[in-house]
């Protein structure tokens, strides 16, 4: 198992009462898997990708990424790991609003330290890849919200990572970028790579071996296709 979330729940303070935005969830993603998780607006999609990609600590349950319980490690080491086996393209993408695409899309390499030559061919050549070329000393407000999308997804990947968790990361793409995303993202996992995608694009559905129906924070029953 590449991903496993085990019994985890996660509520937030709320004014009046707590908000239980993931409850009792457990999944287990084997290697090379291509998953989708679907569900109303609400219903806790991005705080349980959150969970799984090591940014939010899940009041209870196990949340084991490569055999590895992150919240077990200690923040500069689980950063680390972080950088090293997730990428992870937010909702809302959080670039770095004075950086260039080139330089957003080369941060996570400063927590990975390499061949700075080869990380910047790799960076280029994921920026190629996702139509931004032309567009590598922008700063994302200079950007279409489509291109920040694509540089949010080149910024994932640059550090080779096991697992991809991208939320909703065809939400603001054309046909042809989304279909271009989805095709990199299914290569990814023919390489061996794991995909979990929060999406409601039934082009990003197709691509999935499964998908994980979310409802009230609880996993419905899952869709084997
Ligand atoms: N930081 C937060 N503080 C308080 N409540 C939050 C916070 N983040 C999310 N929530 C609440 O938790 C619930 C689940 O939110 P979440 O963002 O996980 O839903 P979602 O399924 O991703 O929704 P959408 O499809 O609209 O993106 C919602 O009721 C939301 O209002
Ligand atoms: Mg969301």
Not at 2 to 20: D, E, F, P, R, T
Not at 185 to 192: D, H, K, R, Y
Not at 219 to 225: F, G, L, T, Y
Request: charged fraction near 15%.
């Amino acid at each position: 198992m590449l991903l496993q979330v085990n019994n985890v729940s996660k509520s937030y303070a709320g004014a009046q009462s707590s908000i239980c935005a993931v409850n009792n969830v457990s999944l287990q993603i084997s290697k090379g898997e291509f998953v989708a998780v679907q569900g109303p607006s609400g219903c806790g999609k991005s705080t349980l990708l959150l969970i799984a990609g090591a940014l939010l600590k899940p009041d209870s349950g196990v949340v084991l990424v490569d055999g590895q319980d992150p919240y077990a490690l200690n923040p500069d080491t689980r950063a680390g790991f972080r950088a090293r086996t997730i990428g992870f393209v937010f909702q809302q993408f959080h670039l770095v609003p004075y950086l260039s695409v080139l330089d957003n899309v080369l941060a996570p390499a400063l927590a990975v330290p390499g061949n700075a030559a080869e990380t910047r061919d790799r960076a280029l050549q994921l920026i190629e890849r996702f139509g931004l070329s032309d567009r590598s000393q922008h700063v994302p407000a200079k950007l279409s919200t489509g291109e920040r999308q694509r540089a949010a997804m080149a910024r994932a990947l640059l550090n080779q990572p096991k697992l991809i968790l991208a939320d909703e990361p065809t939400g603001n793409l054309d046909h042809q970028n989304a279909d271009a995303l989805l095709g990199y993202l299914a290569e990814f996992a023919i390489g061996g790579g794991t995909v979990l995608l929060v999406t409601h694009d039934d082009r990003a559905v197709a691509h999935a071996k499964r998908v994980i129906h979310l409802q009230h924070g609880e996993v419905a029953e899952p869709i084997v296709s």
